[in-house]
């Protein structure tokens, strides 16, 4: 009966673990993501010619920024 009660709660304790580690993943990808790859596809499109399809994109990102602001 204790270690029915010991893996209960071991599995809620690394459950919740599992659970914090996925949302910590999805927060640092999200991250990586805005700050570091954006801006550096950007740049990679206006150095390789592609200016038409950087600035639509930019300006979409800017907009969607702008509107979906979390203050």
């Known amino acids: 009966m204790l270690s029915l009660l010991f893996?209960?709660?071991?599995i809620l304790v690394f459950g919740k673990l599992l659970i914090f580690?996925?949302?910590a993943?999805?927060?640092i990808s999200k991250l990586i993501l805005t700050?570091?790859?954006l801006?550096?596809?950007?740049?990679?499109?206006?150095v390789g010619g592609l200016m038409s399809l950087a600035f639509p994109i930019l300006i979409i990102v800017g907009i969607i920024s702008l509107f979906s602001?979390?203050?």
């Open 7 to 10: 893996g209960i709660c071991m």
């Open 21 to 23: 580690g996925i949302k």
């Open 25 to 27: 993943a999805w927060g």
């Open 35 to 37: 700050i570091v790859l």
């Open 39 to 46: 801006p550096i596809s950007l740049i990679l499109l206006v």
């Open 69 to 71: 602001s979390r203050a």
